[in-house]
């Protein structure tokens, strides 16, 4: 049992190190997969289906594993309750464990996906009653062994599902391996192996991001502990750094740029080293480097709760599902405060903390929840969320919503003319918009300035977008100013208007002052903030929150709007906190 551990604050070499300046470019070739790339998947996929494909799945199966790993991850005690008790919970889903076929969708993707990644094993395991777990554990994989067990589908072998599907059935073999029934033993150990043969082929096919990490994890596991599986293993290896290299930045961050993608990357590998463990090996090096990297860029987007923001799609997640993740890496890092590759920033002072997305957004195909978000920021005081986005895209249901959670209007950021910073395909993809983001950031005895800028508008309406935030050392004040700079061949007709929205967090009560200046902010708490803006009229919206169980929490909005000339336009503003 090792440790990584890295007292000093660092930049994924070691260092704490603040760049005066640098530029975040939208990388060439992103964005949704081409023509040709999705075709190309589509016939792999079809050739799941084909007999050679069977037989590529054939071989000799294991009678037993060589080991069980312990999962490092604790389940929920009252979910794994619930389970016994017939009903399968995720998030802020429930359904009745006889509608749990694995045959066709019953939720969200979000809940399939669950339900086929076997995790909510861990939740039986936490259950009070071990024969009542054992019997429901025996009961849903028969059923998905009748559905996908001799059959390969496109959604039950889907090989970032095998991947973590082999991680929670590895781990927690006692409860599905435990039957007396030899011909139910000998289908799940078959399964495995299957699932192992399956992954050796399509691993690398997956897309870039926590999916192809969850499938190369899937390997290796299963090179780890199926009896003669050395040379899988180290295959395995070799390909899980691959996926780590293009899926995980330099600084830590993974592609998709969200939070919950970074947390389920350092679980995925916390579970991984458990199956090390269990035969008393080392993760390797490399993949150790990346997972201690990955914490501390997780840590960069965490809040005063504890709990992380909302970006690309996730949203807040709280201090306990953290920490539990935290504690199954056993990495301690400090948060990283400038993302240089995934573009988060990160300022702490005294009780406030403050994250700001200062990068362009993420296109890959693998982001599935990228959102027109840039420049946008969150802000805490203490425990308590001030300012927040909306999140939550990948939470909802209604695909209405869904959209404008990702829109830049949901975000704490300046929109141009009611528009996305960053065109909202309808096939959910990210078109044109931010390309490059400049960034400078300079910290000094009186406190933090970022200033940055970015030109999604600039193609449509011929202004950049430029925001400063300077947080005094003390946390008392957030001095903003966002300015709409002349730029490029395209110059504005007549007055364009802009918002700067400021969504609040939940529980924060808003009145506006009665020159529409201003306002005052109370937290639940009783923490009382000003809010004040030169050059916008301000006006207090409705919005919405979506909280960590992904309910809709309605909440307001501060709203300073204004026109920009040909000419451009900047608005001042400022928070601050009452004595």
């Known amino acids: 049992m090792s440790e990584s551990r890295a007292d000093e604050p660092n930049d994924g070499q070691g260092r704490d190190t603040i760049d005066a300046g640098h530029r975040m470019v939208r990388a060439a070739g992103e964005g949704s997969a ?3 790339q999705r ?6 996929r079809l050739t799941w289906r084909t007999p050679i494909h069977d037989m590529r799945l054939k071989g000799r199966y ?3 594993l060589l080991a069980v790993p312990a999962d490092p991850v604790a389940g929920d005690a009252e979910r794994g309750e619930a389970l016994t008790a017939g009903w399968l919970a995720w998030g802020n889903e429930f359904r009745a464990l006889d509608e749990v076929t694995f045959a066709s969708s019953i939720g969200s993707v979000a809940f399939d996906d669950h339900a086929q990644s076997f995790a909510w094993l861990r939740d039986l395991w936490a259950a009070p009653d071990r024969a009542a777990a054992t019997r429901t554990a025996e009961v849903l994989t028969q059923r998905w062994l009748a559905v996908n067990g001799e059959r390969v589908t496109e959604r039950g072998w889907r090989p970032d599902l095998w991947g973590r599907r082999m991680l929670m059935w590895t781990a927690h073999a006692p409860l599905l391996l435990s039957s007396t029934d030899l011909i139910y033993r000998s289908s799940v150990l078959s399964a495995i192996a299957r699932g192992a043969r399956h992954l050796d082929r399509t691993a690398d096919k997956t897309p870039v991001g926590v999916r192809r990490i969850a499938a190369w994890c899937g390997v290796v596991a299963a090179g780890l502990l199926i009896p003669g599986g050395d040379p899988r293993r180290a295959i395995g290896e070799a390909g899980l750094e691959r996926a780590l290299s ?3 930045g330099s600084d830590g961050g993974i592609a998709s740029r969200s939070p919950r993608d970074q947390l389920d990357a350092i679980e995925l590998l916390a579970c991984l080293r458990a199956a090390y463990d269990a035969r008393r090996l080392d993760l390797p090096e490399p993949v150790m480097q990346v997972l201690a990297r990955s914490v501390s860029a997780l840590l960069g987007t965490m809040m005063g709760d ?5 970006w690309q799609g996730a949203g807040p997640i709280g201090y306990d599902e953290v920490q539990a993740v935290l504690a199954a890496s056993r990495v301690v890092r400090r948060p990283l405060r400038q993302a240089s590759d995934r573009g988060y920033q990160r300022i702490a002072a005294a009780r406030s903390v403050l994250v700001m997305d200062a990068a362009p957004p993420p296109t890959s195909p693998s982001a599935a929840g990228a959102c027109a978000s840039t420049l946008a920021f969150e802000l805490s005081d203490g425990e308590e969320r001030l300012i927040v986005n909306c999140g939550g895209a990948l939470a909802v249901a209604d695909a209405g919503l869904a959209a404008g959670l990702r829109s830049t209007a949901a975000h704490s950021t300046l929109v141009l003319a009611d528009t996305n910073s960053t065109a909202l395909l309808p096939d959910g993809s990210l078109g044109r918009g931010v390309g490059a983001v400049d960034l ?3 910290e000094s005895d009186a406190g933090s300035r970022i200033e940055a800028r970015h030109d999604g508008y600039a193609r449509r309406f011929g202004f950049r977008h430029h925001r400063t935030l300077t947080m005094t050392v003390d946390g008392l004040e957030l001095r903003g100013e966002d300015s709409l700079l002349p730029a490029g061949k395209r110059q504005a007709r007549g007055a364009v208007p802009f918002v700067a929205r400021f969504h609040l967090g939940m529980g924060v009560e808003v009145s506006a002052s009665p020159d529409a200046q ?3 902010l109370t937290t639940p708490q009783g923490a009382v903030w000003h809010f004040r803006a030169a050059g916008a009229t301000v006006m207090i919206e409705d919005s919405v929150w979506i909280d960590p169980a992904g309910e809709i929490v309605p909440t307001k909005q501060i709203v300073a709007g204004g026109s920009a000339d040909p ?5 001042s503003w400022v928070f601050k906190r009452a004595r």
Not at 39 to 44: E, I, L, S
Not at 306 to 310: E, F, I, K
Not at 567 to 571: D, H, L
């Open 34 to 36: 081409s023509l040709g």
């Open 39 to 44: 075709v190309a998947d589509y016939f792999d």
């Open 62 to 64: 294991p009678r037993k």
């Open 246 to 248: 293009v899926s995980i």
């Open 306 to 310: 504890a709990g992380l923001s909302s």
């Open 440 to 442: 400078s950031r300079q």
């Open 518 to 520: 201003g306002a005052t």
């Open 567 to 571: 000419g451009g336009a900047t608005i």
